[in-house]
């Protein structure tokens, strides 16, 4: 067991492989921790400002991988890895959003 099997659950059909190798997590969450990682970053440097319309941006992002997920597992289609990491892509900034509006919110009303 790897510990990457804690944070997705890897399936080698909606993974990568490079040179015969899968990513170790599937192309969907590839994608969350990509952009997730660049939002963190660009966000230090150029932070958003903090209003209504950032978190509807931030939740308007979640929505084509919300669509794309659920579709999947209720068996109404299949996905491919390419629609997978661009909602991913898409999922991983608008998380980043919220998240970054939820903590502000939090230690500006709070603490």
């Known amino acids: 067991m790897s510990i990457f099997d804690y944070i997705c659950h890897r ?3 909606r993974s990568f492989f490079y040179k015969g190798h899968q990513f170790p997590v599937c192309a969907r969450c590839t994608g969350f921790y990509i952009s997730g990682i660049a939002s963190i970053i660009l966000l230090k440097f150029y932070p958003a400002p903090y209003t209504l319309n950032t978190l509807i941006i931030g939740i308007l992002l979640l929505i084509p991988c919300a669509i794309d997920g659920f579709s999947q597992l209720f068996e109404m289609r299949e996905s491919n890895n390419i ?17 970054e509006m939820m903590i502000n919110f939090f230690v500006y009303n709070f603490f």
């Open 83 to 99: 629609l997978r990491l661009i909602t991913g892509l898409l999922g991983g900034v608008g998380l980043i959003l919220v998240y």
């Open 11 to 13: 399936r080698p059909e």
